[in-house]
């Protein structure tokens, strides 16, 4: 099986209406041949209504999708040539595992001697060797969800769409197909089009995410763009753990900008002009503060603090930490740790010029 993914999937202005309630708004976004692209936003912001307008089971109110130069925003799901894989798998329950699979070649009357073939080369790839004559309900999730993406595979579509596939699976069967889906994709060069509201999902599988909220895209980027650089404090909150330091614009000393909150001046890298307004906010992931029982000598930014609470989760512990800007969260590794994470304990925070960023209010 050759990948067929050779064209670039065009939106332009989509658009998608529900009487008052805008599903989807003046949506522009290019996908690049043999990408894995996931949209990745909370419930209600869009983004099955955009895979469903991508699929062709949802028409747009307004705008263009178009494959390489040719127009598809109306032509029906059939005729586009692209795989679909369902949040319930949707296999039919009467058709064995290789029925399942073979049914997308027999609507395309391809050969029996051809159908045989594609169907054994899809059984080895998907690892259902010897389970071709079972029933799904005679199938572990794991099992169904490789069918439900052979069936989508086996006629080399243009196009893989997923529609949170791996939501019903538990957590470690989930992760052991996120890191099969995501070598597959690598094998296969095929464009994958993911669905998902799980960050975690998102970052580990894909070349590119588009975040979206309220019908739009919010920003698109690399998973390191996104989470290292978030342009809104929504992508910031949503994409990962952040603490948010809201303060007032102080001065600019060569590439250095300096805010102040209450008593506190901090320090951040910054080359543009002066912020627009004196308020500005800050983002600070937990993982980039260093947390020491005494203060460092040699680090732009300080902060004392008590711990209210922590939180162990294997390879760290989540602090709490109670300070004179307000309560921040640090990540601090389990491993020869340098501090007790005990309740109570006085620590410091530190962070370097480098470790923040500067965000948008609105998302």
Known sequence: MMPRSVEPLHLERVRKTYGTVIAADDISLTISPGR???????????????????????????GAIRLGARDITLLPPEK??????????????????????????????????????????????????????????QLSGGQQQRVAL?????????????????????????????????????????????????????????DEIA????GRIVQLGSPGDLYNRPVSRFVADFLGRSNFLKGEFVSIEGATLLYRIGAETFRQRWT????????????????????SLERPASIANALVGRIVSTAFHGTV??????????LMQATLATWKSPVDPVAAVNIWLSWDEEASVMLKEDG
């Open 36 to 62: 894995f692209l996931t949209i990745l936003g909370p419930s209600g912001s869009g983004k099955t209504t955009l895979l469903m307008m991508i699929a062709g089971f949802v028409t747009p109110s307004s």
């Open 317 to 326: 512990h989540h602090l709490r930490v109670e300070t004179r800007v307000g």
């Open 272 to 291: 543009g002009p002066p912020p627009a307004r004196g308020s500005i906010l800050v983002g600070l992931r937990p993982e980039k503060i260093v947390v």
């Open 80 to 137: 586009r040539d692209f795989g679909m894989v369902f949040q319930g798998y949707a296999l039919f329950p009467h058709l064995s595992v290789r029925e399942n699979i073979a049914f997308a070649l027999r609507l395309r009357r391809m050969a029996p001697q051809a159908i045989h073939r594609e169907i054994e080369g899809m059984l080895e790839l998907m690892q259902l060797t010897g389970l071709d004559d079972r029933l799904p309900r």
């Open 211 to 214: 975040i979206m909220n309220h």
């Open 150 to 206: 052979a069936r989508a595979l086996v006629f080399n579509p243009k196009l893989l769409l997923l529609d949170e596939p791996l939501s019903a699976l538990d957590k470690k069967l989930r992760a052991g197909l996120q890191e099969e889906l995501r070598a597959l994709h690598q094998r296969l060069g095929t464009t994958f089009i993911f669905v998902t509201h799980d960050q975690e999902e998102a970052l580990s599988m894909s």
